[in-house]
């Protein structure tokens, strides 16, 4: 089922339809229109130059989440295989005695 949510972001209205909340329409709709403020607020630049620097900013805060999000990945997979290898050898010591 689509949701059908009308946001304002930068003072302008604009009609979002997804598969996702209100709620959750609303709190993305909420991020950009303080990333725009907050450029807007410390620069002289037009809304459309502050809805791409803020759109570059969310995309910068995107990709390096991503990419903290492949190294914990990473480090589970070493933890797993360490965690395996150390059952294994408790096993064989197991069996020794």
Same mark, same amino acid.
């Given at each position: 089922m689509l949701n059908r949510v009308v946001?304002?972001?930068?003072?302008?209205?604009?009609?979002?339809?997804a598969e996702e909340s209100e709620e959750y329409i609303r709190k993305n709709a909420a991020l950009? =229109?303080?990333?725009i403020d907050s450029i807007k607020a410390a620069t002289p630049f037009s809304s459309m130059t502050s809805a791409v620097l803020a759109a570059m900013n969310?995309? =910068?805060k995107y990709y390096k989440a991503m990419a903290m999000t492949e190294g914990l990945r990473a480090q589970l997979k070493d933890y797993a295989k360490e965690c395996s290898e150390l059952r294994a050898q408790v096993n064989?010591?197991?069996?020794?005695k």
């Open positions: 946001v304002t972001i930068d003072g302008l209205p604009y009609t979002v339809v950009v =229109d303080k990333e969310i995309a =910068d064989r010591l197991s069996k020794n």
